[in-house]
């Protein structure tokens, strides 16, 4: 479902007014487009997480979308803010020696690398393999590194760095 | 996806709703220019105007206007950052900060130039510029932090730096009406170092404080 401008925009500018009808209405067609935003750019597993916490920070921020200005960009930088914390979490968890815990890869993590094969493949080939096999595949850290050559610290110090350089790229999309 | 849980979110946090005041760039400008004119006023009642300010040299008048336009962008990158959107542009400060650069670039040319050594030129401009600048742009440190506290900045370490610029900018600005220094040297070691320092600690310091 794409969002009509307009539309959204006049439920915000009702939700700002305190209207809970034009709130709930407002919440779910974020909800749609979210889904959307981040099937597109991050693991099926993480989606859930994603969405529910921009729909929060949407609800916490809601003072900082001004009328005059479109709905959707306000709601894709929220959404987009929300991505890069959750890539440096990524990246501090594994500094923190906590990445190694496999998550089952499923079908649907195949789309997510639709734009993210684009990101990915401006970082060094070693990161992206390292950040394709734990990030997106599920691989734990000893598996992936069997699968790439690379020692298990240099997995995680390609996924550190990987995650970094990624959080950066899209902060500056 | 969970959609019972997220319906049960979205109900919550429709229940919880209150009506909002938008926030405005205007409103928040208002307290900016308030907090600059605030350290003016404190600087120039304690410590007096420069006695030739409408008859500044083209030097330091050239320096004033430079950096004041250094804070000017930097404030306005600030306080758009604190309303988010895809596509908008926050970096107008970088030019401005790239223009001021001639400030350092001349200071360091004289310094080499041999007519005086730069040390002896620095020594000979010890006057409490430094700290007086850094104080000076507390009220606008202060005023475009709250607003962005507020606010949502997608990128709080850009949103630190520019903190810190437009404050140290604006402090040095404010403290241009009162030295009576006319030095590139001094002008670029004291009121430029002020700005630096400045922005460095606002990034330093500041992005943990912004993140939401």
Not at chain 2, 64 to 84: E, H, Q
Not at chain 2, 117 to 143: K, T, W
Not at chain 2, 182 to 209: C, E, F, Q, S, Y
């Amino acid at each position: 479902m794409s969002l009509d401008e307009p539309s959204v925009a006049r439920l915000m500018a009702a939700s700002q007014r305190g209207d809970r009808a034009a709130y709930r209405a407002l919440l779910g067609d974020c909800h749609t487009w979210l889904g959307r935003y981040f099937a597109r750019r991050c693991a099926t597993y993480q989606i859930d997480d994603l969405v529910q916490e921009t729909l929060v920070s949407l609800h916490r921020k809601r003072a900082t979308w001004d009328s005059g200005r479109p709905f959707l960009p306000w709601l894709a930088a929220i959404a987009r803010y929300r991505w890069i914390d959750m890539l440096r979490r990524q990246r501090n968890e594994i500094e923190l020696g906590e990445g190694d815990v496999a998550i089952g890869a499923q079908d649907e993590a195949v789309h997510a690398r639709l734009s993210l094969d684009r990101l990915l493949a401006l970082l060094p080939a070693g990161q992206a393999q390292a950040i394709t096999l734990v990030k997106i595949g599920g691989a734990s850290i000893a598996e992936a590194s069997r699968i790439s050559g690379q020692s298990e610290s240099l997995v995680k110090v390609n996924i550190h760095r990987g995650l970094k350089r990624l959080a950066g790229l899209v902060e500056s999309e | 996806m969970k959609d019972a849980s997220i319906d049960g979110l979205i109900d919550g946090l429709a229940d919880d709703l209150e009506p909002v005041r938008p926030r405005r760039i205007t409103r928040a400008s208002l307290w900016v220019g308030a907090g600059w004119l605030a350290a003016t006023a404190l600087l120039l009642w304690f410590f007096g105007m420069r006695h030739d300010l409408a008859a500044m040299p083209v030097l330091s008048m050239l320096s004033f206007w430079l950096i004041a336009a250094v804070a000017i962008a930097a404030i306005w990158s600030a306080l758009r950052m604190g309303l988010p959107g895809v596509g908008r542009d926050y970096g107008g400060w970088r030019w401005t900060a790239l223009a001021a650069l001639a400030l350092p670039l001349s200071a360091l040319f004289v310094g080499l130039g041999g007519e005086r050594s730069a040390i002896e030129a620095a020594r000979a401009g010890v006057y409490p510029c430094f700290p007086m600048a850094l104080a000076c742009g507390l009220g606008v440190g202060a005023a475009l932090f709250i607003w962005l506290r507020a606010g949502a900045p997608t990128s709080p370490a850009l949103a630190g730096w520019v903190i810190g610029l437009g404050s140290g900018a604006s402090g040095a600005t404010i403290v241009a009406l009162h030295c009576p220094l006319d030095d590139v040297i001094h002008i670029a070691l004291w009121h430029g170092g002020a700005v630096l320092l400045a922005a460095v600690a606002g990034r330093l310091a500041l992005p943990p404080l912004l993140r939401w």
